[in-house]
């Protein structure tokens, strides 16, 4: 098991509210690991501070060893570390396939270890192909949050992060985007996904970690976090741990 992501001490501070208060976590070549917390926890942050878009307060974030806390997210990206948002981002008005090529031909500097041979591929593995000529905007909802993976994806990622992925999909939908992170997975690209949903995170995911007011209150495998006494009281509630125990 060989930690790819170290953090170590995270904090983030937005004008007194602590959104982040000394958190530690490492993350595992090759694993799925969810992120789980109420609203508010600062899931959100964690992944806006690994990948540059947030400055931390205090800590530090190492990538295969190196230091990346002060690194900008273009530079973080370079490397490995790709993120989606919690919102859809697509250019409106260009197709499925020009979405695709902005993304491909943005971030795509000479890497090694592409995924992808081309373009086409790309969408195919995304089950998009018969929608490439099709406007962004005029696919159905879960087409489009394959899209917005396929933008990540497009980066060669070597470790992907989700924020929300699942969020308004419907369960039929959530399943197909199970089916394609596990795929995901397969390609040796290592995945941390933040959910609310938690049949799919506890199905997905090999560990998970649970934020709260921002500090880590537990992690482990899903069952073990399920029928953690401090999960339960603040975020899980009984009735789930029972559910999850069946
Ligand atoms: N740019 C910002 N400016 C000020 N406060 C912020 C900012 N970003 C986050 N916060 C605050 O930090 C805390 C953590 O927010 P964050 O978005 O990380 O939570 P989250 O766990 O992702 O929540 P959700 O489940 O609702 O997406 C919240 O109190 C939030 O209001
Ligand atoms: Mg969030």
Do not use: Y
Not at 87 to 96: H, L, S
């Amino acid at each position: 098991m060989v930690a790819v992501l170290t953090i170590e001490g995270l904090a983030k501070s937005f004008a007194g509210v602590r959104a982040l208060d000394g958190v530690d976590v490492e993350v595992h070549e090759g694993e799925i690991l969810g992120l789980v917390g109420p609203n508010g926890s600062g899931k959100t942050t964690l992944f806006n501070c690994v990948t540059g878009f947030v400055r931390p307060t205090a800590g530090t974030v190492l990538w295969k060893g190196r230091n990346i806390t002060q690194l900008a997210p273009d530079q973080i990206a370079r490397l490995g570390v790709v993120r989606t948002f919690q919102q859809k981002m697509v250019f409106p008005r260009a197709t499925v396939r020009e979405n695709v090529e902005m993304a491909w031909r943005g971030k795509r500097g000479g890497d090694t270890g592409q995924q992808f041979k081309s373009c086409d591929d790309l969408l195919d593995f995304l089950g998009l192909a018969h929608l490439k000529d099709r406007l962004a905007t005029d696919i159905p909802f879960g087409s489009a949050r394959n899209l917005g993976l396929g933008l990540a994806l497009a980066a060669n990622p070597r470790l992907l992060l989700l924020d929300e992925p699942a969020g308004g999909l419907n369960q039929d939908e959530g399943q197909e985007l199970a089916d394609l992170i596990s795929k995901i997975k397969e390609l040796g690209i290592t995945v941390w996904v933040i959910e609310h949903d938690m049949p799919f995170i506890m199905s997905l995911c090999e560990r998970i970690i649970v934020l709260h007011v921002g500090k880590r209150i537990a992690e482990g495998r899903p069952a073990e976090v399920a029928n953690d006494p401090n999960v339960i009281s603040v975020f899980l509630g009984e009735k789930f741990a029972k559910d999850s125990a069946t």
